[in-house]
C-alpha cells in the first residue's frame, strides 16, 4: 500500500515517478507494467506538454531495472525514461477510495510539489474523522501539529477541504470547561462558520466557531419530540441553540417553554431559530446564568440538558416545578460504569432491578411505551446514580417549596456513549407534591 510504501520510506519524498515513452508505445508499456505490478493505478496515467505518456510507477528503482527491457522487448525501438510527475493527478479509482485514503493521496501529493519530506509522522497527523456541516468541515483537535505543516497554509487547507469535498474547513480545540461549553473551534478556510441542519423537520442555524453541537444526541432529540407534552409550560435550563427547546416546540405540542442560555453566540442562534422555524411566540429566552433564574411554580417539566452533570442546575429545577402538580425532570448525566459486566438483557434483570423496574411501571416517558423501555437493557450505575438523583430532588422540594414531595423513576434513557466506560443517560423524573393527610 501506498501509505506503506511511506512508512518503509522513513520519510522519502512522495513525489510520483513515471516510465515516459512515445504515445503509440503507451499500451504495451502499461499491459507490461501490469504485469510485473509496477503500474500505480492511484495516479493517472497522463501526456505530458511534449506530447510523450508519463506511466506512474510504484517503485522507482524497480522500474529503473526494467527500463531496458521495456526500450529493448516490450517495445523495440521506442523511448524510455524515468521521470518525476510535478503534479501527479489522481487515478479514477484513487477518486472513488475512502475519503481518509483520498485526503492522504491528496495532501501527500500536494506536499511532495512543495518540496516537503513525506513521512509516516506526516500521514499519522492527518485527521481520520472529521464532521460535515454542509460544505464546513470540522476536524478534530489531534491532527495537523506537526511543525512542518507551518507555513503551508492557507493552501494546505484548500487541499484538505478540496479533498474532503469541502469548501470551508474548522478545527476543533478542546472543549473549555468555562460550562459555556465554548467549542474553541478555529476558522482555517472560509469566511464564516454558520452552517445549517435540518433535522425531524426542524431547522437549526448556529456557528460552529462559538456553539457546541452533538450529532451523538439525535436520539434524545427524538425521544423528546415524541414527548406528550400538549398544553405545557416547560422550562429547557439548558437550552444552547434550541436542540431540545426546538422539538419540545414544534413536535411535542409544548404550549410555552422558557429557554434558559448564558452564551450570546447560543442565544443569537436560538432566536433565529425559533423565528426560522415559526415559533417565536411560544418561547422566551432567559439570557444568563440560569442559577439566578427569577421564575418560579410554573413548569410541567424541566429539561436538563447539561453534561457531564446539570446538578448544579437542580435547585433551580425544583423552584420552577409547579407548586400545585408537580412536573417531570429530563436530567441529563454521564455515568461512569465498569466494562461489559453489568449489562443486562431484557428479561435478565437481577431480581433488584426487577423489584425497582415493578416499582417505577406507570408513568411512562412517552405515552405508551414506559414497560417497554423501562425492561431494555440497563446498568447498575445508572440506577444507582437515578436513585441518588432522586432522593436528592425530593429534598430539595422539600426545601424549595417548604412541604413534601414524592419523586419517582419514570425512566432511564441511554443516549450515547460519551467516553470509554461512561454514558450519556437521561433520567425521566416525576416530581409530584404529597397530598396533604387531614
Ligand atoms: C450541552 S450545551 C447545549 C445544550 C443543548 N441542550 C444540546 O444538547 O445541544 C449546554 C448549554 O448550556 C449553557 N449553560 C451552561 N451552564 C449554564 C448556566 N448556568 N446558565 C445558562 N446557560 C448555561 C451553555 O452555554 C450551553 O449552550
Redesign the pocket.
Known amino acids: 500500500m501506498w501509505g506503506q510504501r511511506q512508512e518503509r520510506g522513513g520519510g522519502e519524498s512522495a513525489a510520483v515517478v513515471a516510465v515516459v515513452t512515445e504515445p503509440r508505445f503507451a499500451q504495451r508499456y502499461r499491459v507490461y507494467l501490469e504485469q510485473q505490478r509496477l503500474l500505480d493505478r492511484r495516479h493517472r496515467v497522463e501526456r505530458l506538454r511534449d506530447g510523450s505518456v508519463a506511466l506512474p510507477v510504484l517503485g522507482p528503482t524497480l522500474a529503473e531495472q526494467h527500463l531496458r527491457e521495456l526500450r529493448e522487448r516490450v517495445a523495440p525501438g521506442s523511448s524510455c525514461a524515468l521521470a518525476r510527475l510535478p503534479e501527479p493527478a489522481p487515478s479514477k479509482a484513487a477518486r472513488g477510495c475512502p475519503p481518509a485514503r483520498r485526503l492522504c493521496l491528496e495532501v501527500s501529493r500536494w506536499a511532495a510539489g512543495r518540496g516537503v519530506a513525506w513521512s509516516a509522522q506526516l500521514e499519522a497527523d492527518l485527521p481520520r474523522s472529521w464532521q460535515r456541516h454542509g460544505d464546513l468541515l470540522l476536524l478534530g483537535e489531534d491532527c495537523f501539529q506537526a511543525r512542518q505543516w507551518e507555513g503551508l497554509q492557507p493552501e494546505l487547507w484548500e487541499t484538505v477541504a478540496s479533498a474532503l469535498g469541502g469548501r470551508r474547513l474548522a478545527k476543533r480545540g478542546r472543549v473549555s470547561p468555562d ?3 465554548t467549542p474553541a473551534v478555529t476558522l482555517l478556510l472560509g469566511d464564516s462558520g454558520w452552517v445549517e441542519h435540518v433535522d425531524n423537520g426542524i431547522r437549526y442555524e448556529f456557528d460552529v466557531t462559538r ?4 450529532f451523538g ?1 439525535v436520539t434524545e432529540k427524538l425521544r423528546v419530540a415524541a414527548l406528550p407534552c400538549a398544553g405545557e409550560v416547560l422550562v ?6 434550541g ?2 427547546t426546538l422539538p419540545f416546540l414544534v413536535h411535542a405540542g409544548a404550549a410555552f417553554v422558557h429557554a ?4 450570546p453566540h ?1 442565544v443569537a442562534a436560538l432566536r433565529n431559530n425559533l423565528e426560522i422555524n415559526g415559533v417565536a411566540d411560544r418561547c422566551q429566552i432567559h439570557f ?4 439566578k433564574l427569577k421564575l418560579s411554580n410554573i413548569a410541567d417539566r424541566v ?1 436538563l ?3 457531564p452533570s446539570s446538578e ?2 437542580w435547585p433551580i429545577a425544583c423552584q420552577v416545578l409547579r407548586e400545585d402538580a408537580g412536573g417531570i425532570l429530563h436530567i441529563h448525566q454521564n455515568v461512569e460504569s465498569f466494562p461489559c459486566k453489568n449489562l443486562h438483557s431484557p428479561g435478565s434483570n437481577t431480581v433488584e432491578e426487577k423489584e425497582l423496574i415493578t416499582s417505577q411501571g406507570g408513568n411512562g416517558a412517552t405515552k405508551d411505551s414506559s414497560r417497554k423501555i423501562l425492561s431494555a437493557a440497563t446498568k447498575p450505575e445508572w440506577q444507582r446514580w437515578a436513585e441518588f438523583a432522586k432522593t436528592r430532588i425530593a429534598v430539595l422540594l422539600q426545601q424549595v417549596h417548604g412541604k413534601p414531595w414524592k419523586t419517582e423513576i419514570l425512566h432511564i434513557q441511554p443516549v450515547k456513549s460519551y467516553a470509554p466506560h461512561v454514558d450519556h443517560i437521561v433520567l425521566d423524573l416525576e416530581c409530584r407534591p404529597c397530598p396533604l393527610v387531614g
Open positions: 460550562g459555556a461549553r456553539c457546541m453541537f452533538s444526541n429547557d435550563l439548558y437550552a444552547g441553540i436542540y431540545f434558559c442560555e448564558w452564551n447560543a444568563g446564568d440560569n442559577r429539561n440538558g447539561l453534561i448544579e442546575g
